[in-house]
């Protein structure tokens, strides 16, 4: 069994069991999404490309599941902190080929789905090996974090703090499979989620 990540046609992260051991492979999403050599800046609203895909680079067919986290942090180094004030909903991963994917969150009313960090998705069938699916294509960050600003008047001079000064957004994808033998119990135990009942069967 295997499945890998990628991120515009290559590949980010992978786990494949080889003979008898686990070879893992793991990288960071978005290294190459602003030009950094050419002093490009992000711009807000703007859709850049993040084509994510899942692979089924095992030997056998399989069932997939995708993690998908979405934060802001602050902060340098060690220092860095997860910053859970700020919502989640304005970095947007515009997910693509939902018919073949389940989305639970698709059931839930606005209000819980609102400032979720982590969304899951579970690919409707069997992936079978070597075959490839894309679950995301573009993100952006929404114009709204500035707007969110706080303006104070001390001695004449007016200062313009935005709340989301000094943070960064994340992207983190999980990816991993389970086999098709006995899938129905495999599933429930690997991911603690009733197969028929969520339509993956």
Not at 107 to 123: P, R, V
């Amino acid at each position: 069994i295997g499945v890998s990540l990628l991120e515009n046609g290559d590949i980010v992260t992978r786990r494949d069991y080889d003979g008898d051991k686990w070879v893992e492979t793991k990288g960071a999403l978005l290294e190459k999404m602003l030009k950094k050599d050419k002093g490009e800046k992000l711009v807000l609203n703007k859709n850049y490309a993040e084509e994510l895909t899942v692979k089924n680079s095992g030997e056998i067919d399989e069932y997939v599941r995708v993690r998908i986290y979405k934060y802001w942090t602050k902060g340098e180094g060690d220092n860095k902190k997860k910053v859970t004030s700020l919502s989640p909903d304005l970095i947007k991963l515009n997910l693509i080929n939902k018919e073949q994917w389940v989305n639970p969150d698709d059931k839930l009313d606005e209000s819980a789905k609102k400032d979720k960090e982590c969304t899951e998705l579970y690919y409707k069938g069997i992936l079978p090996k070597g075959e490839m699916a894309a679950f995301a294509d573009t993100i952006s960050i929404d114009k709204q974090i500035a707007e969110d600003v706080t303006i104070t008047t001390k001695d004449n001079i007016i200062t313009t703090t935005y709340k989301y000064d000094g943070v960064e957004f994340h992207l983190d994808v999980e990816v991993d499979a389970v086999q098709t033998h006995n899938a129905q119990d495999a599933i429930m135990s690997a991911w603690g989620v009733d197969a028929a009942a969520l339509g993956i069967l």
